[in-house]
């Protein structure tokens, strides 16, 4: 394996030196050491570059997808789970499929549309006849045993018995047998769906997916028109991932995420301490997924250009936004989550999706509004528009602001023009 470079420090793969004890370490599958061994050696900058430069070619081939795109990497990233849910053509496998085309290789990548009658040799590969004479009960090990990212489609359509099955090798990155355990290749998997099942706190296997996000289809007519010209699943990506790489920033990501400053845990444990009164209950293993998440989100957004400092305040405040797609358990709880992140983290980031998400919410009832909830919403979106420009003065949002506004404007008039309509059709 490589050796991995961070400000000047290398640290080489656990089975290349023999030192003790590991520092860095990715959940039992890599251990990294303060020490160099003979090989290629990566900055740490260079390679979340690569997510970086990815994250850009997505998003021009998936035309307001932004949030679901950087959510996907933020997984691959931190190495958790990742769920989508919409209606049908929505482009979620397509996203899945685009990041699977940047490792190379058809058996980097592995898709299963799950279905009731799906069986275990779809998924690992069929029994090995020469391991059944030896007397062992193990398989020609395909399809998720041997990738290094995975789409398991519509994965709550398959049998209880398959998706538990899918616990270990989802969560842990392993398989366990009868006389061995095996670690596999897997960096990552992002399921696709266009229903929620099971969605509470005593599913085991939603509690796996560490992050969550419902995506709607666009009705700006910008983003529409500029869908049209978009290539989509047809673009050929040119960001090459690097399995290795990507573990040795798991490993990285798992350890800092015991490093961070005290007043960021107090801060986390705030903003659980409020999800808690509000009866929202976010497992241990969500909160380490959030506490990976932190790193994963400061890394991608870390000022190109700038000497990496893992210890920046301010960074690790904006990069708290990520719990509004990780610490909801049941779906309505996802707009008081996302309030609370907000106001409790500071994040501008944070600011800039709940509006998006406010806006959202208006636009589809916007369909029913008569004058009178029209003009409501209408001041409503008044409203909004002016705490997001009082909340977000980083010149770095600028723009964004600044668009989200432009959008805002329009939802005014689209409100007036369905009211107006509605009175019509009474009429």
């Known amino acids: 394996m490589k050796n991995i470079v961070v400000n000047g420090q290398t640290l080489a793969p ?51 997808m932004e949030e679901a795109v950087h959510v996907a990497l933020l997984g691959l990233l931190s190495g958790d789970n990742v769920f989508l849910l919409s209606k049908p053509g929505a482009a979620k496998s397509t996203l899945a499929g685009l990041i699977g085309d940047s490792f190379g290789g058809g058996s980097r990548f592995f898709k299963k549309n799950f279905t009731p009658d799906m069986s275990m040799s779809d998924l690992y590969g069929p029994l090995s006849v020469e391991k059944i004479n030896q007397g062992l009960y193990e398989r020609e090990w395909a399809g998720i045993a041997t990738c290094s990212y995975a789409l398991l489609d519509e994965f709550y359509k398959g049998s209880s018995t398959i998706q538990n099955n899918c616990l ?10 009868a006389h061995r355990r095996i670690n596999v290749p897997l960096l990552g998997v992002i399921s696709a769906s266009n229903e929620l099942v099971n969605a509470n706190a005593n599913s085991a296997t939603w509690d796996r997916f560490g992050y969550r996000l419902e995506l709607q289809y666009s009705e700006d007519e910008s983003e529409i028109f500029e869908m049209f010209r978009a290539k989509g699943g047809r673009a050929n990506i040119t960001t090459r991932m690097d399995p290795e790489e990507i573990l040795l920033l798991q490993a990285y990501i798992d350890y800092m995420s015991k490093q961070m400053p005290d007043d960021i845990y107090r801060t986390m444990a705030s903003i659980t301490r409020k999800l ?36 920046d305040t301010d960074q690790y405040n904006e990069s708290l936004s990520a719990g509004a797609n990780i610490l909801w358990v049941e779906p309505e709880q996802r707009s008081v989550v996302s309030e609370i992140v907000t106001l409790s983290s500071k994040s501008e980031k944070a600011v800039i999706r709940k509006f998006r998400a406010d806006m959202e919410c208006i636009r589809n009832a916007s369909a029913k509004y008569d004058l009178s ?3 409501k919403a209408y001041g409503m979106i008044e409203k909004a528009m002016e705490e997001l420009k009082r909340n977000v003065s980083s010149p770095k949002y600028a723009r964004t602001v600044e668009e989200e506004i432009l959008k805002a404007k329009a939802l005014q008039g689209e409100i007036y023009s369905n009211a107006a309509k509605n009175v019509k059709k009474e009429q």
């Open 276 to 311: 808690l009164d509000n009866g929202i209950r976010p497992s241990p293993r969500r909160r380490e997924i959030w506490s990976r998440a932190v790193i994963a989100e400061y890394l991608l957004s870390w000022p190109e250009g700038r000497p990496l400092d893992m210890n």
């Open 168 to 177: 270990e090798i989802i969560e842990e990155h392993t398989i366990s047998l």
């Open 373 to 375: 909830k029209a003009a």
């Open 14 to 64: 656990a089975g290349s030196v023999n030192a003790e004890p590991v520092e860095y370490y990715a959940r039992k599958r890599a251990g990294l050491y303060n020490a160099a061994v003979p090989g290629q050696s990566v900055d740490i900058c260079t390679a979340v570059g690569k997510f970086i430069s990815l994250e850009a070619e997505l998003n021009r081939c998936l035309i307001g």
